[in-house]
């Protein structure tokens, strides 16, 4: 079985986000499973050929082989690719988007010809890549790749890809699609819808997010395409890559530890985050953290009607993450109005955000909506314990502790309110300073196993059943 990830983003080589992680790691997973994999992704300017081994294939194609079953192929282009950035700068969208991802669908499939590799499956991911599978329809019925299937991976319903209708001519499609049946969406092009419709199997990054999106809270406009559908949506929750978050072996935290020796191992790096940050080194005092974009949909509006009475309690905070700026200047207001009980950065800063996880006694993440997440795994794999709003990947990841029977891995809270989010956190408050019940909590998380490995063997079982369909 040979599977091709079309996609934008991918580690180590480009990445803003969760889309990055899992068409970096899962990969990888795949192919430790026997499964081929090429991966084509665009030539970005900031990908450093040497540094990754990249040589040249021919005039217009880049490649690096990662392992005998696992290679990557870059897509160059003079103009396209030579950017600072994947989708803009400085918080705005390149203007020319359609085409540079247009550009990137099209060379795709005419790279995959050229390779002459037998392509069971093309997976694509989120709506840069959601030309594909109309490309591959309409284009390619006489092919090599004609019995390719297609799947389309969505990561977020709320990024779709919409552009001018005027601008359709620049897709080199027929007339067909330019309709409701395709890609026209309220007089816009939406590339998301089309790859929905056009696709054999689509696929979201959470069973629970499956669910979500066929509602009209969260399908953002398309829950009537995804219904459409002969067959379901199957959502599959992502891993996250423990050679990069484990503390036992960490080397950006100030002491690595497992499981065992989770104490001492928080202790010391709670001391040595308290110390970079310049807060209080105190260890009887709950240390909670934020590491995450910004924005609206992570919650920030919740944290700032709560942020008083929070404050008010025997806290500490740490904030690390950039984002729309007014946030920015709130969170500042709060670092001013209370020295000594929170500090933030608003600057992307891995080594710290690595000794944020390692140190901090909790995380906060009321996100509104989130279709995976990554940042609950990665907390819970340090021991720091997650407060979570009851969506999403979280629905499927976090287990509320049940102080009675010591089960469960994190704190969940039911409605998006003040009220409930503040009765999380006091809820918090009072586990902290039982060491029976803290300690429970603590090592249930650690021993929560959020791998790849699980999330390989879902798509491979997706493969196989697409393919014998």
Not at 29 to 49: C, E, G, N, W
């Amino acid at each position: 079985m040979h599977i091709t990830f079309c996609a934008v983003e991918a580690v180590p080589f480009a990445q803003t986000g969760g889309l990055g992680d899992v068409c970096g790691s899962l990969p990888l997973a795949l192919a430790q499973r026997d499964v081929s994999i090429t991966i084509l992704l665009p030539r970005y300017k900031f990908i450093d050929a040497k540094k990754f081994g990249i040589t040249p294939a021919d005039k217009s194609l880049s490649r690096r082989v990662v392992s005998p079953k696992l290679d990557v192929y870059f897509i160059e282009h003079d103009y396209y690719g030579k950017r600072d950035g994947i989708y803009g700068d400085d918080g705005d969208d390149y203007p020319d988007n359609l085409e540079r991802f247009q550009y990137f669908c099209s060379r795709a499939l005419k790279t995959l010809e050229q390779l002459k590799k037998k392509t069971d499956i093309i997976h694509c991911h989120d709506w840069h890549t959601a030309l594909i599978p109309i490309y591959l329809k309409e284009y390619y019925k006489n092919s090599s790749l004609a019995k390719a299937k297609t799947i389309l991976t969505v990561h977020n319903m709320a990024h779709q890809g919409m552009f001018p209708r005027d601008r359709y001519p620049k897709l080199n499609l027929p007339a067909t699609y330019n309709s409701p049946q395709y890609l026209e969406y309220f007089g816009q092009i939406n590339f998301l819808k089309g790859g929905i419709v056009c696709s054999d199997k689509v696929t979201t990054v959470s069973k629970q997010y499956a669910k979500e999106i066929l509602t009209k809270d969260f399908g953002c406009g398309l829950e009537g395409v995804l219904k459409a559908r002969r067959d379901p949506v199957v959502g599959i929750v992502n891993g996250i890559n423990h050679e990069v978050w484990n503390p036992a072996t960490d080397p950006k935290i100030e002491r690595t530890y497992t499981k065992e020796e989770v104490t001492i191992g928080k202790t010391a790096n709670k001391t040595k985050l308290q110390q970079l940050v310049k807060l209080p080194q105190r260890d009887d005092v709950p240390l909670f953290a934020f590491v995450s974009r910004l924005v609206h949909q992570k919650g920030m509006d919740l944290i700032f009607e709560v942020m008083e009475q929070f404050l008010a309690m025997d806290v500490q905070a740490v904030m690390l993450g950039t984002g729309d700026r007014r946030y920015e200047k709130q969170v500042k207001a709060y670092t001013d109005k209370y020295p000594g009980k929170i500090w933030a950065n608003f600057e992307f800063d891995d080594p710290l955000a690595h000794q944020v996880y390692a140190g901090a006694d909790w995380f906060l993440m009321p996100s509104r909506f989130e279709p995976c997440g990554l940042s609950q795994m990665i907390s819970m794999a340090y021991g720091t314990i997650p407060i979570a709003f009851k969506t999403g990947g979280l629905v499927d990841t976090v287990e509320p502790f049940n102080a009675k029977l010591l089960k469960g891995n994190g704190i969940l809270f039911n409605h998006f309110t003040k009220k409930d989010f503040l009765q999380a956190l006091r809820q918090a408050m009072e586990i902290y300073p039982d060491e029976k019940k803290f300690h429970a909590l603590r090592q249930n998380a650690l021993a929560t196993d959020f791998s790849w490995e699980h999330a390989a063997e879902e798509y491979i079982k997706v493969y196989q059943c697409l393919l014998s369909a």
